[in-house]
T-cell receptor, first 118, second 111 residues
Framework: GAVVSQHPSWVICKSGTSVKIECRSLDFQATTMFWYRQFPKQSLMLMATSNEGSKATYEQGVEKDKFLINHASLTLSTLTVTSAHPEDSSFYIC??????????????FGPGTRLTVT | QKEVEQDPGPLSVPEGAIVSLNCTYSNSAFQYFMWYRQYSRKGPELLMYTYSSGNKEDGRFTAQVDKSSKYISLFIRDSQPSDSATYLCAVFKAAGNKLTFGGGTRVLVKP
């Protein structure tokens, strides 16, 4: 149980275009989902926390107008990278937290999406 | 200063050896301590978590926490080539409701 999927797994786009990444919890409802960014050989950096039905909370230094997050249902959150540039090329990983009542730290991670902007 | 420090490695060991990994953290408010394994181009997978100081064992894995020193460790006994991955420590405090990761240590177990 507790499977999280991401789509697409790899995307290449041209500079200036927008890209949408989907994160789905397949067998549980996730009130809270998280979006991380990981550069090669570096750790995961939290970009934002998204709660179903409300606006995402962005970490300091993350441009909310560039990285649009929508959490419209309990099983789906999307991250849209708007007007992508080569420096946005990275590995984007989402995670989903179990509903309230479980251990607060327990997040299940998706397999990640590799974004390459040319 | 980063909140969680972890030696990036790489750490290369022969098959069957004990792998020793560690992290230090700066904030005594952190309450939960986790170890994740991440294979190349995959999402992290939770291996173990601990809440208090002391040891916790799960099969070949042992996690240790020393809150007085703000030091956490993971030991892998009888290492296998399939253990080759990046190991990430992470800390969590309920007030912030977010995980903070160390930089990860790349481990290579040679047959």
């Amino acid at each position: 149980g507790a499977v999280v999927s991401q789509h697409p797994s790899w995307v290449i786009c041209k500079s200036g275009t927008s890209v949408k990444i989907e994160c789905r919890s397949l067998d549980f409802q996730a009130t809270t989902m998280f979006w991380y960014r990981q550069f090669p050989k570096q750790s995961l950096m939290l970009m934002a926390t998204s709660n179903e039905g409300s606006k995402a909370t962005y970490e300091q230094g993350v441009e909310k107008d560039k990285f649009l997050i929508n959490h419209a249902s309990l099983t789906l959150s999307t991250l849209t990278v708007t007007s992508a540039h080569p420096e946005d090329s990275s590995f984007y990983i989402c995670s989903a937290a179990l509903p309230a009542g479980g251990p607060p730290y327990e997040q299940y991670f998706g397999p990640g999406t590799r974004l390459t902007v040319t | 200063q980063k909140e969680v420090e972890q030696d990036p490695g790489p750490l290369s060991v022969p098959e069957g050896a004990i792998v020793s990994l560690n992290c230090t953290y700066s904030n005594s408010a952190f309450q939960y301590f986790m170890w994740y394994r991440q294979y190349s181009r995959k999402g992290p997978e939770l291996l173990m978590y601990t809440y208090s100081s002391g040891n916790k064992e799960d099969g070949r894995f042992t996690a240790q926490v020393d809150k007085s020193s703000k030091y956490i460790s993971l030991f892998i006994r009888d290492s296998q080539p399939s253990d080759s991955a990046t190991y990430l420590c992470a800390v969590f405090k309920a007030a912030g409701n977010k995980l903070t990761f160390g930089g990860g240590t790349r481990v290579l177990v040679k047959p």
